[in-house]
């Protein structure tokens, strides 16, 4: 990694030390002696055992390190200081020093080279051939779903899922703050009114309470998010929906995998959508799918999807549409994607509960959270950042993590902030997709992670914290 280490000079003041450790980088400094020489490393971890151990902060830097030249204490994930022939510190190396650790990239290691050549060595290079087909086939078995269509992208999925259920012009629909703005655009090109509703604090997902105070008579459907792979609280919009006659659209372009109570986010509403950009668990490099619980529906969307043209009378169309078609190409490399789906889902899994013991120890970190019922597929590992118990905010967190070869995202922004959207959030409040999306991060979250490099993603947070907590009790003991 190009990151070069923080130097502290073993005769140096503690207190200074610290000091410049909670200033920057990543929490760890080289301890080096006169000539230059690393004799050690500190972290705030190491100086608040040396004060509990009764150190103090005017001694110096030297007595508190560790001495092991080559590492920090902190064991498993912990960041190496490497040094020249002479023992001069000149690079941190991570576990993943070779590369910057993605948000989020494929894993594209199975059979997607083989299908991908077959559909070139056969010409199917459109729209046309078999593996749009043995995609959809797949996906449906996947989902529990026996009407897939397939298409161009999640948001063409989300636009026929809408128009596929007859929702357009005076139709209002339901849909939270805090999402990816597909979700608004898509009721917006559909002719329909979007109604922009406050989250739910504990599950980030749109709060049905917030949904019951938003419904009118010109309610048609809701569309929950199921956010960063959460499911929403199905149960309770189901409710909703059934009482007032409402359909339910649920974006799961980020949840596949995702299951509430055994059942497939995506399958429990009228309508459900994936998103399969190169970034999802499930990649076909641009694609998506809608599924519907109705074969008309499924229909209606196949045609809209194909500029709205009658299948059995070529160049005769019926309605206006779209050319919103997956082509063999991508198919192919998403039937060579679902054919690892379980492989990559149990990963899913397996990262978070790695992030979940790693950032146990990281104060005012807080991941979200597991509910009852609810498997979240985690697309995304996200945290929440409590800037009073860290004593960082969260921008200067993410800020520290890229100088450490971490790569992060921000929360979405509230729709209602955003000028093409804010006509649309009447003049309702919206203070805990406000709050989440002030405060909260995605940490590097592809299946293709290894679990030194989560651990390292973790210790470097911990690290940091703890750094700025040591020097929090340090000015407050002054
Ligand atoms: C919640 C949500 N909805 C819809 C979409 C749109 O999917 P696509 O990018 O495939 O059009 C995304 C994309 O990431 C998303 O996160």
Known sequence: MPLSPLLVRDADRLADALAALDRDGPGIAAVVD???RMVGTLSGGCIRAFLTRGG???????????ADGSSAPAGAGDARIEVDGAGRPVAIASPASARRIPIAEPVLGGNELRYVTECVQTNWISSQGSFVRRFEDMLGELVGSQHVVSCSNGTAALHLALLGLGIGPGDEVI???LTF?????TIIHAGATPVIVDVDRASWNISPAAV???LTPRTRAIMPVHLYGQPADMDALQAIAARRGLRLVEDAAEAIG???????CGTIGDAGTFSFFSNKVITTGEGGAVVFREAEAAQRARRLRDHGMNPAKRYWHDEVGYNYRLTNLQAAIGCAQLEQAPKFLARKQEIAARYRAGLARATGIEMAAEIPGHRNSYWMVSVIVD????GLERDEIMRRLGEAGIDTRPLFYPLHEMAPYRPHAGNRDFPATTGLSRQ??????????TDPEIDYVCATLVRMIEARGAARAAAAAR
Do not use: K
């Not at 005017?58 to 560790?66: E, V």
């Not at 995702?258 to 059942?263: I, K, P, Q, T, V």
């Not at 909260?440 to 992670?449: E, K, Q, T």
């Open 34 to 36: 006169g000539a230059g």
């Open 56 to 66: 103090r902060l005017d001694q110096p830097a030297g007595a508190a390190m560790s």
């Open 175 to 177: 849909v939270p703050d």
């Open 181 to 185: 703005a597909a979700s608004i655009n």
């Open 212 to 214: 019951e105070a938003a």
């Open 258 to 264: 995702a299951a509430l109570h055994g059942r497939a």
């Open 387 to 390: 800037a009073a118990a860290t």
């Open 440 to 449: 909260g991060f995605s940490l590097p979250s592809g299946v293709g992670l």
